[in-house]
């Protein structure tokens, strides 16, 4: 997937637009929508960011859906924990297993509501980030934000790295499966431990390689970034303010809103 998502980012239609609004955007969303005590907002942002990842960002919407169901197999799991086992209440639908009386309270599913809406809202601020806007602009936000150059540059590498490193192990793993070296247990035990410590050779070798070409082209400890992105639009910080102001009083107006006052 992190193929996927760097290849829409590239050929986004947002991706000219401005890095820091969309980084203001969705991180001022993100921290509204997991302070609400309400999850109207929360919803609300989440819609928001979908609509726009998939008219303005032009992702289809298979993929956005995918992409929600990656960690939602997680989330689910956390919900259902929260549902039987937190809040208090008048019971909603109870019943007994094994002799051990499970139930839904009021209060439990108003938690569960609202911790399932912030996760969404929040997953949904962090893929329209990630669908539009390429990681060096991302990194070039951070260089703007005046963090230190060192924090940068390895999150750069690493970056770089980890799917270098991904593609070489899955193409050892294909030449492991073309020689039915995972046919049985005993064989994928041993083919697991060969791509490991083969993949731990290659990784040391590849990082000095990196090393020796960045101080044959004279590195200095810093890499330059270059802005790659448009001004802001009077439009564009128009239409920013208006939403934050939105959702801000929304929050406020909707802070005692929950599942049991919907119903």
């Not at 960690?71 to 109870?94: C, E, M, N, R, V």
């Not at 949904?124 to 991302?138: A, D, E």
């Not at 239409?239 to 801000?248: A, D, N």
Request: aromatic fraction near 14%.
């Amino acid at each position: 997937m992190h193929t996927i998502l760097e290849d829409y980012a590239i050929i986004s239609p947002l991706r000219y637009k401005n890095a820091e609004l969309k980084v203001l955007l969705a991180l001022s969303s993100m921290i509204i929508g997991v302070m609400s005590t309400s999850p109207v907002t929360p919803i609300i942002i989440s819609l928001f960011f979908g609509l726009a990842i998939i008219y303005l960002n032009k992702v289809p919407v298979k993929i956005y859906l995918k992409l929600l169901l990656i960690p939602g197999t997680f989330l689910i799991f956390g919900i259902l924990i929260i549902l039987f086992f937190f809040g208090t209440g008048p019971d909603i639908i109870s019943f007994n297993i094994f002799n051990y009386k499970l139930s839904i309270t009021m209060g439990g599913l108003n938690m569960a509501v609202l911790v399932f809406s912030r996760s969404i809202s929040g997953l949904s601020c962090l893929y329209f980030l990630s669908l539009s806007t390429p990681v060096t602009h991302l990194f070039y936000v951070l260089k703007e934000l005046k963090l230190p150059e060192i924090f940068i540059e390895l999150s750069m590498l690493i970056y770089r790295y980890i799917f270098v490193f991904l593609d070489l192990a899955m193409k050892m793993e294909d030449a492991q499966n073309m020689r039915m070296g995972y046919i049985s247990f005993k064989n994928w035990m041993h083919s697991l431990a060969i791509l490991a410590s083969t993949l731990f050779i290659r990784t040391w070798d590849q990082g000095e390689k990196l090393y020796i070409a960045m101080n044959s082209r004279c590195y200095d400890g810093k890499i330059s970034i270059f802005k790659d992105t448009k001004p802001i639009s009077l439009r564009e910080a128009v239409v920013s303010i208006l939403y934050l102001l939105f959702i801000i009083i929304l929050t406020y107006t909707t802070r005692n809103v929950g599942i049991g006052v919907i119903l």
